[in-house]
C-alpha cells in the first residue's frame, strides 16, 4: 500500500516536473488507458485517413502530382506505424488493436468518413485536414509519455510537406479557369466545417479533455485549438481568393481573434456514431486489405520459421 | 477477424544517420524475420535518407534494467562529484587545463 503510494507520488512528480513517464515506469492505470485509446484512435486516423486520398492516386493530373500524392499517403501509413508501436509499448497488441478497429469498437478521426469527390479535394484535404492535424499535433510532441512524444516529432517533421503541397493545389485550381476555381470553392464548402470539428466537441462538453490535461497529455483545450486554425487559414483562404463558408465569419479587433458560425454538432454525432457518408465503406475496404492479406502473413510466418529451423539443425550438425 | 494467428515479432530499429555517429533508437516494427524487419525498417524509419544503416534486434532478446532499480544502479554516482573536471579549484593563473 505504501508502496503504492510511493510510485504514485513519483508519477505526479514526474508530471509536474514535465518528465516523460517511459513505457516501464509505473502509472495509473487510468492513465495507461487513456493514453491506449488516444493513441490507437491516433493509429487508426493515420491508416483509415490513406484511403481518401488513394482514391485520387491512379487519377492525379500528371506524373509529378501522383508522385506527391503517392508519397503523403506513404507517409501516412508510417505515422499510422509509429503510433501503432508507441501504443504496444502500454501493453496492448496490435492484433487487439486492430481487432477493435475492424469490429467498429474503435473509433477513428471522423473527418475520414467523407468522400473526396474531385481533385480539389486533395488540395483541401491537405490544406484544411493535415493543417488541422498539425494544429493537433505539435502540441502532442510534449506530451508527457516519452514514446508518444517522440512519435508525433517524428510525425509533424513529415507533416508540413503534407500542408504545403495542398495548399499549392489549392493555389493552381484557385489561378485557373473559372471551372477549376469553382472546384477549389466546392471543396473548401464541402471540408471547412467538418475541418473544424476534428478539434472535437467545445470544451464545455469534451469528456475527456479536463484528465488529459492534468496528465499533460493534452496541452491546450479543444477550442483554443480550433480557434488557432480558424486565424491560420481565413487569410490564407483570402489570398487565393477563395471565400470560407460561414456567413458570420468576421475579424474581431479587439480580442485580435476571427468569430465564426455556430458548428453543427448534431452532423459530428451521427458521423461519430456511424452515420457518415463513407463510414461502412472505410471499415469494408480496411477489413478486405488485411482479409486479403493473410496469405501473405502467414507465408512469411511459414518461410521464417522454416528458415530458422535449417539454421538450428545446421548449427546442431556441427 | 481473420484465422491467421501468425504474430510477427516485434524488432527495434536503430538507424545511423550518418557516418561518425553511433546508431540511435527510432521505434520498432514488426517483421517475420531480420530480412524483412530491414526492409521494413527501411520503409517506416528512412523515407528521407535519414540513415546510412540500420540494426534490427528482436524486442525480447533486449535485456533492460528497470525503473524499480534505478536508485541501486545510478545512486552510487551522486556523491562522487570528484569525477567531474568541475570539482577541483585550481589557481586562475592556470591556464589551458
Ligand atoms: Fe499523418
Ligand atoms: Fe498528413
Given amino acids: ?318 | 477477424m481473420s484465422a491467421s494467428k501468425t504474430d510477427w515479432p516485434l524488432w527495434e530499429v536503430f538507424v545511423r544517420s550518418r557516418q561518425g555517429l553511433s546508431h540511435k533508437h527510432v521505434g520498432s516494427l514488426h517483421a517475420a524475420d531480420s530480412t524483412m524487419a530491414i526492409s521494413n525498417a527501411r520503409d517506416v524509419y528512412t523515407r528521407r535518407q535519414e540513415g546510412t544503416s540500420i540494426w534490427v534486434i528482436k524486442a525480447e532478446d533486449i535485456t533492460a534494467s528497470t525503473p524499480s532499480n534505478k536508485d541501486v544502479l545510478f545512486d552510487p554516482a551522486n556523491d562522487k562529484v570528484y569525477r567531474h573536471p568541475t570539482f577541483y579549484d585550481l589557481p586562475d593563473e592556470l591556464k589551458n587545463m
Avoid at chain 1, 451521427?270 to 477489413?287: D, F, K, L, S, Y
Avoid at chain 1, 482479409?291 to 528458415?307: L, M, Q
Fill in chain 1, 1 to 318: 500500500m505504501t508502496q503504492q503510494m510511493d510510485l504514485n507520488q513519483r508519477f505526479e512528480e514526474y508530471i509536474a516536473l514535465d518528465q516523460k513517464i517511459e513505457a516501464k515506469d509505473w502509472m495509473p492505470d487510468a492513465y495507461r488507458k487513456t493514453l491506449i485509446r488516444q493513441i490507437s484512435q491516433h493509429a487508426h486516423s493515420e491508416i483509415i485517413g490513406m484511403q481518401p486520398e488513394g482514391n485520387w492516386i491512379t487519377r492525379a493530373p500528371s506524373l509529378k502530382r501522383k508522385s506527391i500524392l503517392l508519397a503523403k499517403v506513404q507517409d501516412e501509413a508510417g505515422h499510422g506505424l509509429y503510433l501503432y508501436s508507441a501504443a504496444e509499448t502500454l501493453g496492448i497488441s496490435r492484433d487487439e488493436m486492430l481487432d477493435a478497429l475492424h469490429t467498429g469498437k474503435a473509433k477513428y478521426s471522423s473527418i475520414f468518413n467523407y468522400p473526396t469527390l474531385t481533385w480539389a479535394d486533395m488540395g483541401s484535404i491537405g490544406w484544411l485536414v493535415d493543417g488541422a492535424a498539425i494544429m493537433n499535433q505539435v502540441p502532442l510532441c510534449k506530451c508527457s509519455y516519452g514514446p508518444y512524444a517522440r512519435a508525433m516529432v517524428r510525425v509533424c517533421k513529415e507533416e508540413s510537406f503534407h500542408q504545403r503541397q495542398g495548399f499549392q493545389i489549392m493555389l493552381n485550381l484557385s489561378q485557373g479557369t473559372s471551372e477549376q476555381k469553382d472546384m477549389a470553392q466546392d471543396a473548401l464548402n464541402r471540408w471547412w466545417w467538418p475541418s473544424l470539428m476534428m478539434f472535437g466537441p467545445s470544451d464545455a462538453s469534451s469528456k475527456h479533455s479536463k484528465q488529459s490535461m492534468r496528465w499533460k497529455i493534452k496541452r491546450f483545450s479543444n477550442d483554443e485549438l480550433r480557434q488557432r486554425f480558424v486565424d491560420m487559414t481565413v487569410p490564407q483562404a483570402e489570398l487565393i481568393g477563395l471565400t470560407i463558408p460561414d456567413s458570420d465569419l468576421k475579424w474581431n479587433e479587439e480580442t485580435g481573434h476571427y468569430e465564426f458560425g455556430p458548428i453543427d454538432w448534431s452532423e459530428f454525432e451521427q458521423v461519430v456514431a456511424g452515420n457518415g457518408p463513407c463510414n461502412r465503406e472505410r471499415i469494408e475496404t480496411r477489413v478486405a486489405a488485411h482479409e486479403n492479406g493473410a496469405w501473405v502473413r502467414d507465408a512469411a510466418a511459414a518461410y521464417a520459421e522454416k528458415v530458422a529451423d535449417r539454421e538450428s539443425r545446421q548449427t546442431s550438425a556441427a
